[in-house]
């Protein structure tokens, strides 16, 4: 029996993204193909999808914590006090918030180095957490665990 269809062999760029996502380069191929990473986009792109695999591959077994975790996840009181938890906090942090910025307003004698220190708090936070958000989302097409379910 011939295949009708056979698969095209891998170009060098496949067995080479292959090979170090396997770990199988020595030092100086693994450093090479890590430099050609940092200015070739699709070759990064390339390594992150054989890795995925790997994980995928390796993640692909049934295990007894999988199971317990699907349990639990399933059910309601577990996730009632998840979404619980996380509306408590959110209302919690957005309302201190909020209070700050009506007792700074309303309250004019209140020192303006302490309006200052307020304000840069939650600017800064914000900032924080918009920079980790955007460095999170650039990440994410190399991130090998993005398919692995739990």
Request: aromatic share 8%; net charge negative.
């Amino acid at each position: 029996m011939t295949d009708q269809n056979p698969l095209p062999e891998p170009t060098e760029d496949e067995l080479l993204a292959m090979a170090y996502a396997d770990g199988e380069l020595n030092e100086e191929a693994r450093r090479e193909a890590a430099h050609r990473m940092t200015s070739d986009d699709a070759f990064a792109l390339r390594v992150a999808h054989y890795q995925r695999l790997d994980v995928t591959a390796r993640t692909a077994a049934i295990e007894p914590q999988d199971i317990a975790h699907a349990k639990l996840e399933a059910e309601p009181t577990q996730r009632a006090a998840l979404s619980l938890g996380w509306l408590t906090l959110t209302l919690g942090i957005v309302g201190s918030y909020a209070w700050l910025f009506y007792e700074m307003i309303r309250d004019p004698e209140m020192p303006i180095p302490l309006k200052v220190l307020t304000l840069s708090a939650v600017g800064g936070f914000l900032l924080l957490f918009l920079a980790v958000l955007r460095k999170r989302l650039r990440e994410l097409p190399y991130d090998p665990y993005t398919k692995v379910q739990r």
